[in-house]
């Protein structure tokens, strides 16, 4: 919307999501299955790469399914990482007022 945000806050969400290592991936799983994420960031620079988080399901419990237009494979997340980067875009995001 064109307002300011947090440099520091920016970085390190990107530094997150660069530096990104997943606890597993999904056997037998195709990432166009999942379909209604609970988060999601876009980035856009030379290119647009997305990343998108689900919720927990029961197999690994504590984990979160997430996939990434960088990997084929839909993967597993700790929810520790998962938190993380949650916390970073929300830091980032301003609310927008009801109508």
């Not at 999904?26 to 997305?50: N, S």
Request: with cysteine; aromatic share 8%; hydrophobic share 35%.
């Amino acid at each position: 919307d064109g307002g300011k945000v947090d440099e520091t806050e920016v970085n390190r969400l990107i530094s997150l999501l660069s530096d990104l290592r997943c606890r597993a991936f999904m056997e037998g799983r195709k990432k166009e299955a999942f379909t209604r994420p609970e988060f999601t960031v876009v980035l856009k620079g030379t290119g647009t790469h997305t990343f998108s988080m689900f919720k927990k399901s029961g197999k690994k419990t504590g984990d979160v399914p997430a996939v990434s237009s960088r990997v084929e494979d839909p993967f597993y997340l700790s929810a520790g990482i998962a938190g993380d980067i949650t916390k970073s875009a929300e830091k980032i995001l301003v609310p927008r007022p009801k109508k």
